[in-house]
């Protein structure tokens, strides 16, 4: 008989408590976010950006009260940053008494206090935690979020895979660190690469991308209940006009909030062309995207 799972009970309990958080979860992405709990496997949440990938992961760490770590995943990331580095100027400090320690011994033949010094250096007063180690060594229950790792460097998913794999972290002057409780682990791309499949092959995959008119509305309404429902149903469907255009940067999920709040907020009660133009800043963050929706759409100033 399988035991139940620390995060979710089941698919249809993972939706409710996430929809009752206000992350509102298709089936798919309910029973994914049940089955990466269940399983203990990381989940790899894949689509453009704005949709709610990074926004599921806080809200699986909301609604089962566990802690969210989060590794920003950028060119350039490194295992000092990722896993765990040394605190090199303690260190040379810690050496640099040593040796006045040792000094003063020989000098007034006085009983040395600490021996071996420079052995000590490489132990757990000196290690910095990053991300990765962190959240393998939290026995209180973690949610891990590695956001955007395809903005990584290819060989830095080789530092995910023993995470991944066993969720262990090898430390060579320490040993083998392993999870004594394993996290909740949430990997997040925006498929500007493709990830290799060593690191597909270790997770669940769920794939999300902008939701339909009348699920966005929903989303809507829940976030800025004092939307009028007509209002809101006109702003989905102007967001979904700008996503048929080729822009640099498409409205996100967390757009389409920010504009409801704003008409709130200026207090319009009719979405007509001039208050479209009159506050698309808040939705299109170009110019030439701007221009080209003013165009498109034949909007007015």
Not at 140 to 153: M, S
Not at 245 to 262: F, G
């Amino acid at each position: 008989m399988p035991q139940p799972s620390s995060w979710f009970s089941s698919p249809d309990d993972a939706a409710t408590r996430l929809s009752a958080s206000g992350y509102l979860a298709d089936t798919a992405t309910a029973t994914t976010a049940y089955l990466a709990g269940a399983l203990e496997k990381p989940l790899l949440v894949e689509g453009p950006a704005g949709v709610g990938k990074t926004e599921l992961a806080k809200a699986v760490a909301r609604v089962t009260d566990a802690e969210l770590i989060r590794l920003q995943c950028y060119e350039g990331l490194d295992e000092a940053r990722a896993l765990y580095e040394w605190n090199y100027k303690k260190q040379l400090l810690f050496i640099q008494a040593a040796t006045v320690s040792r000094e003063a011994t020989a000098t007034t033949g006085l009983p040395q206090s600490v021996q071996d010094w420079e052995s000590g250096i490489f132990t757990e007063e000196f290690l910095l935690t990053r991300p990765l180690l962190t959240a393998i060594r939290r026995d209180q229950p973690t949610v891990l979020l590695v956001d955007e790792v395809d903005k990584t460097d290819v060989e830095v998913e080789g530092l995910l895979l023993e995470v991944l794999s066993d969720f262990q972290v090898t430390i060579p002057e320490l040993g083998t660190v392993s999870a004594v409780r394993r996290p909740f682990v949430v990997l997040t791309s925006n498929a500007s690469r493709e990830l290799s499949e060593a690191v597909k092959r270790r997770c669940l995959y769920l794939h999300l991308d902008y939701p339909d008119a009348e699920r966005e509305r929903e989303i809507v309404t829940s976030q800025v209940p004092d939307l009028e429902e007509r209002v809101a149903g006109r702003l989905v469907e102007t967001i979904g006009r700008l996503r048929d255009l080729e822009l640099k940067k498409a409205p996100s999920i967390a757009e389409s909030v920010d504009w409801a709040r704003t008409l709130v907020a200026l207090e319009i009660g009719e979405l007509d062309e001039k208050a479209i133009a009159d506050t698309l800043g808040v939705v299109l963050k170009h110019s030439s995207d701007q221009e080209k929706a003013v165009k498109e759409l034949r909007l007015r100033s």
